[in-house]
């Protein structure tokens, strides 16, 4: 549930997603709480996708291993455009902490903080 | 800053973020066991230490930090 990556870095990244009507998180017109977080979740596999690629090795299995602080303060309608910000804090072994900030227009839809396992090959 | 000041604020901040007495924290205590820190906790603790010191604990001196006092030490050289 990432239709563009508008940005990468090696610390951060910026990626879109236009909610589409038929998105399955989609209910009553409103995309809901479980979808922002995949959203936030699969805009890391991107980021770390990203970093893996721009090495030149391949993408690695990634798993949620925690989140936190999640906070959610509107949902945003069908037809919006997201725009979220990864940031990496830290990276300890195959642990990424990353924070997430979700925006629809200049209104922060959501934020947390999220721990990816990375899976060695 | 001195080094008892050091540990002191050492104590205090992960104390409080893991939510443990400070008598526990003893410089040959273990730090995970201590701290009862996970694979994913110890991340917050790695990044909290960077924040608070603006010390990075390398992944590979990750290991060598066993204990608090080793923990001192490490942020004494460097901060």
Redesign the interface.
Known sequence: MVDVVWSATETEAETGLTIASDNIFVKDSLFSEPGLIEHIAQSAAAFAGYGTFARGESPKLGYI??IKDCIINCLPEVGSELRTHIQL??E??S?R?IKAEVRVGEKIAATCQM?I?LKDD | MEKQELIEKVNSVLAEEFEVEESIITPEANIKTTLQLDSLSLVDMVALIESEFGVKILPADLAKVQTFEALYDYLAERV
């Open positions: 291993g925690e804090v830290i300890v072994g642990i902490l721990k396992f």
